[in-house]
């Protein structure tokens, strides 16, 4: 594996820094750090540089170092699939979404998942490694510079779970955030998590309002510790508690994702005990019929158990929204995500 450092991975103040060393004007540290966040990610490409300049920089440096290995693209919606090939060969996935107000990416935070949700296509990965800073731009940078157009929305809900990357993730954020990098709102970044405690809480307090999204997918720990081993370390009234404290520091509405499965989670009773315990809260379900993972025995609930459990959680005020789901064709949605096999 190459050992160059990666332009990605450093700050504005950094690159500067490394191109003056390097003994070239300011000017050009920020030249390239247009180009990067403009997702020029080739160095040989960055036009106004003169050629011997290129040439030393990509000789000392790379820039997010992933390619597109394969692209699918929904002929139902349009939604895009992206597998990138990383630089140690590694494989992760990203999904483009178009909605009436913009461009939104589901990226992936790990290769692989040690989480082990029963449900997920992703948990049989095992996990590999965490992604770093330079890999999540990547993933952002390079589907924008593909489509031509602004990404306006940021989800962390693909393959990993964020909170066991939480500096990286943390840092990622920031940095898109910023007015000279991708100057997207922290507004509309979503970062999921399927319940590490200590992290939500410690998420509370970086004081940023970006959206966060709990995996619950059952109304109790009988349930719960079926299908996601997390529930095992941290019960569910601890995670709830955790929830309200983040909802007490932030001020801020929790979304509560529920994947309807078919006879496991999905009955009106269980959606009783949910309301019961979610009833006054600041939140928001998501009720995402499962996908069904070629190998794994869970079916989709009917669309008349999802409206009932709906209704039910509804009778306790609580607002709930079904999930429309986008790219079923090139198994895009919420869990398919994984590894292809590349030999
Ligand atoms: N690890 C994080 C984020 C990645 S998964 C988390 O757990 O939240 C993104 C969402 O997809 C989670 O809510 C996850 O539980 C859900 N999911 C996983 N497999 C699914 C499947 N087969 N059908 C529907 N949703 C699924």
């Known amino acids: 594996m190459e050992n160059k450092k990666d332009l990605l991975d450093m700050t504005f103040e950094e690159l500067k820094e490394a191109f003056t060393t390097l003994g070239y004007p300011a000017y050009r540290a920020k030249q390239v750090h247009q180009w990067l966040y403009s997702g020029q990610l080739d160095i040989n490409?960055?036009?106004n540089l003169p050629k011997e300049m290129r040439e030393r920089i990509a000789g000392k440096f790379i820039a997010g170092g992933v390619k597109i290995a394969e692209k699918l693209i929904s002929k139902i919606d349009g939604t895009r699939k992206y597998l990138f090939e990383l630089k140690d060969g590694n494989i992760i996935e990203s999904v483009l979404m178009k909605y009436h107000y913009g461009y939104s990416v589901c990226l992936s935070t790990q290769v692989g998942c040690r989480m082990g949700c029963a449900f997920c296509a992703s948990a049989s990965l095992g996990m590999i490694r965490n992604l770093t800073v330079s890999e999540l731009l990547a993933q952002v940078l390079t589907i924008g510079h593909d489509?031509?157009?602004?990404?306006?929305?940021?989800?962390?809900?693909?393959?990993?779970?964020?909170?066991?990357?939480y500096n990286t993730v943390m840092e990622f954020m920031r940095r898109i955030n910023r007015e000279d990098t991708l100057n997207i709102s922290f507004r509309k970044m979503t970062v999921s998590t399927c319940g590490i405690v200590p992290r939500?809480?410690?998420?509370?307090?970086?004081?940023?309002p970006v959206n966060l999204s709990v995996s619950l997918h059952a109304p109790n720990d009988e349930i719960r510790q079926r299908t996601m081993p997390v529930a095992k370390r941290w019960s569910f009234d601890e995670l709830l508690s955790a929830?309200?404290?983040?909802?007490?520091?932030?001020?801020r509405r929790i979304t509560y994702?529920?994947?309807?499965?078919?006879?496991?989670?999905?009955?009106?009773?269980?959606?009783?005990?949910l309301g019961k315990k979610l009833k006054g809260t600041l939140c928001h379900v998501n009720l995402i019929p499962v996908n069904t993972i070629e190998g794994i025995g869970f079916s989709k609930s009917s669309r008349a158990?999802?409206?009932?459990?709906?209704?039910?959680?509804?009778?306790?005020?609580?607002?709930?929204t079904v999930r429309r789901e986008l790219g079923s064709d090139i198994m895009a949605a919420c869990g398919q995500l994984r590894r292809n096999k590349i030999t």
Do not use: Q, W
């Not at 489509?147 to 990357?165: A, K, Q, Y």
């Not at 410690?202 to 940023?208: P, S, Y």
């Open 147 to 165: 489509i031509g157009e602004r990404i306006s929305h940021v989800v962390l809900m693909g393959i990993g779970e964020p909170f066991d990357n």
């Open 243 to 251: 929830c309200k404290e983040y909802t007490r520091i932030t001020s």
């Open 257 to 273: 994702e529920y994947s309807m499965i078919e006879n496991v989670n999905d009955s009106t009773p269980f959606a009783e005990i």
């Open 200 to 208: 939500i809480l410690e998420f509370a307090r970086e004081g940023i």
């Open 45 to 47: 490409n960055m036009s």
């Open 305 to 320: 158990r999802i409206e009932d459990f709906k209704r039910t959680l509804e009778g306790y005020g609580i607002a709930v």
